[in-house]
């Protein structure tokens, strides 16, 4: 649950929608905003998330907006001089997950543009939530702040990365992508290595056999490197099918 407290301007509240939506959070509360609720602006700058806007909920104070909650995170980048536990987002996250697991409901409070959340209101949260950023500029808005705890809350779970379309689905990790393609087997590799091998021979590409074997080495650890997908394979070799096949039209009509 993102909670915001007094919120100035209707575009903040719709660019705390869009991060939300960005990352699975879907229950907004708004204290007391500024210039009321609902509020036009909001769903203009929201890209969208207009269902989290449409059941926002809205509250004159903020112990009313927090009553039925079970432990509540305040976010701040300012040392509050009080006796309270400090977690980074990432601890945050994972703090999250565990409790939203045992059934509890929680709330994150996020403050004021200009000055964020006055301490009272940080009195009232069970724990203060404070990322690593540059100390001389601290500053977030509230979008920026809602993106770095909710991109934390999500990631845990997160099974895939970006955006699926209707073409292709969202990819499935990071790392190399092979889309309609695969690896390629070592056998499949031995063929390349033979093939190029055997071409560059014709050519006269190796200068002397004694050097041949460590020029062989290089290449062949040259495009072990490279994790050759089968696609990757076939089309080179399909480029030295095609340099050969002009390489012996050039000869025939040259009469060599």
Not at 16 to 29: I, K, Q
Not at 239 to 256: D, N
Request: glycine share 8%; charged share 25%.
């Amino acid at each position: 649950m993102v909670v915001l407290v007094n919120p100035q301007m209707g575009e903040n509240i719709g660019t705390a929608a869009r991060a939300m939506a960005n990352f699975g959070l879907n229950e907004m509360r708004i204290v007391d905003p500024r210039d009321g609720w609902p509020n036009k602006r909001a769903f203009t700058t929201s890209s969208g998330a207009h269902w989290i806007l449409d059941n926002a909920k809205v509250f004159a104070t903020l112990p009313e907006a927090l009553k039925d909650m079970n432990y509540v995170y305040a976010t701040t980048a300012r040392p509050r001089g009080m006796i309270k536990e400090v977690l980074t987002p990432e601890q945050a996250g994972h703090d999250m997950r565990r409790r939203v697991g045992e059934g509890q409901k929680l709330g994150i409070l996020f403050g004021r543009e200009r000055w964020g959340l006055d301490n009272d209101e940080v009195s009232l949260a069970d724990v203060i939530i404070t990322a690593p950023v540059n100390p001389a500029f601290a500053s977030l808005n509230i979008a920026q702040a809602v993106l770095l705890v909710g991109y934390e809350w999500y990631r845990i779970t997160a099974r895939t990365l970006g955006q699926e379309t209707p073409e292709l689905p969202a990819l499935a990790g990071p790392g190399l992508q092979t889309p309609d393609s695969r690896p390629a087997t070592k056998e499949e590799l031995y063929g390349f290595f033979e093939h190029l091998e055997t071409e560059l021979d014709a050519a006269g590409f190796y200068k002397t056999a004694e050097k041949k074997p460590g020029m062989v080495r290089n290449m062949r650890n040259l495009f072990s490197r490279a994790e050759l997908a089968e696609q990757e394979v076939r089309s080179l070799r399909g480029m030295i099918a095609s340099l050969t096949r002009a390489h012996l039209r050039k000869r025939e009509k040259s009469g060599e």
